[in-house]
């Protein structure tokens, strides 16, 4: 509880510094251990899918009664985008390499991951993360 009480006045004192709080509706980031909802079941997720050029492809879907951590990203693509939350709302994330979520990023059942490839060739996109229940 000591280090989330740390991080909640780091955040806090970050917040104020850059204007407030970032708006992502979808998806909350948490601390540690605190995830609300966990339950005791858990699954590591690796999902890698080869996108067609102009098309979006689900990487990835929370399934319902469960929670997911999302904890990398990587592309092979500077135009690749990861879309994360629910299609009309959400986080977009784009560029080649890997990107890494600490301590990750929640999402919960019926929201989804998605990678959209604008280029003009095959691209591929890879997640990793936690599923629990």
């Known amino acids: 509880m000591k280090s989330l009480a740390t991080l909640a006045v780091i955040l806090a004192s970050t917040l104020v510094a850059c204007g407030?709080?970032?708006r992502i509706p979808s998806a909350t980031l948490y601390g540690e251990s605190?995830?609300?909802?966990?339950?005791?079941?858990?699954?590591q997720v690796f999902e890698r899918r080869n996108v067609e050029s102009g098309q979006t492809?689900?990487?990835?879907?929370?399934?319902?009664?469960?929670?997911?951590?999302?904890?990398?990203f990587c592309s092979d693509s500077d135009d690749m985008e990861l879309h994360v939350g629910i299609p009309e709302v959400g986080l977009v994330l784009t560029g080649d390499g890997c990107t890494t979520f600490y301590p990750g990023l929640?999402?919960?059942?019926?929201?989804?991951?998605r990678c959209t490839n604008p280029a003009d060739e095959v691209h591929a996109c890879?997640?990793?993360?936690?599923?629990?229940?």
């Open 20 to 22: 407030g709080p970032p």
């Open 126 to 133: 890879q997640i990793a993360g936690v599923e629990t229940w």
């Open 57 to 72: 492809r689900e990487i990835y879907g929370v399934p319902a009664n469960s929670h997911f951590v999302l904890t990398l």
């Open 106 to 113: 929640h999402l919960v059942e019926a929201q989804n991951i």
């Open 34 to 43: 605190d995830y609300p909802g966990f339950g005791t079941n858990q699954k």
